[in-house]
Every structure is written in C-alpha cells, then in structure tokens.
Nanobody, 115 residues
Framework: QMQLVQSGGGLVRPGGSLTLSCTGS????????MSWYRQAPGKDRELVAR????????HYADFVNDRFTISRDDAKKTVYLELSSLKPEDTAVYYC????????WGQGTQVTVAS
C-alpha cells in the first residue's frame, strides 16, 4: 500500500526555520520525482518545490526566493523541505507528493508563522 508520512511543521516566529520530512513506502521511492505543495486557507494548493530522481534537478516556485531547500535521501526513502526566513504568508498546510507534478499526496502538515 502506497503511503507518504509527513513530520515536522508547527508554530514558528517570523524569520524562523523549520524542516519538513516525508517518508514514503509501498512504491519505489528512488524511481520517482518528489514534490512539496502548500495550501493556505481559502487558496488553491500551489507548488513549493520539486526534486527529480537522484536529485538531478530541483525547481522552486518564485515566491521561495532562495529561502527553502528541497532534498532527498533515497536510502531513507525521505524527502525534506528546509524552510528558513519564514514569513507570515508562508502559513499553510504543506503536502509532499509523488511525482514532478504530484499525483499522490501525504497527509499534510501545518506550518504557522506568527509572532
């Protein structure tokens, strides 16, 4: 059974940092691109970052502006999203997904940026 289990997230002050993790099972993790999306209240889900097989390439949404880093550890079947210089507008539920354009999602994890 295919599964993505997310961890990390929480409440952080503006300017702070967090690392999100997403561990996959039930599929060949190393054969798949992985991605992170987010959805703020009242807004559509939007792409944050994605990473190709073997980390051969990455892509970030324009709003990231070098504040976030996506990485993967295929031995651990885990993809990471390091968030830094967080802003209140980064508040959202963050989802990891399988695929360059995700077709299967994790359960989501809340990131709240507030003072």
């Amino acid at each position: 059974q295919m599964q993505l289990v997310q961890s990390g997230g929480g409440l952080v002050r503006p300017g702070g940092s967090l690392t999100l993790s997403c561990t996959g099972s039930g599929f060949t993790f190393s054969h798949n691109a992985m991605s992170w999306y987010r959805q703020a209240p009242g807004k559509d889900r939007e792409l944050v970052a994605r990473i190709a097989v073997a980390g051969s390439s990455t892509h970030y949404a324009d709003f990231v502006n070098d504040r976030f880093t996506i990485s993967r550890d295929d031995a651990k079947k885990t993809v990471y999203l390091e968030l830094s210089s967080l802003k209140p507008e980064d508040t959202a539920v963050y989802y990891c997904g399988i695929g360059w354009s995700a077709w299967y999602w994790g359960q989501g994890t809340q990131v709240t940026v507030a003072s």
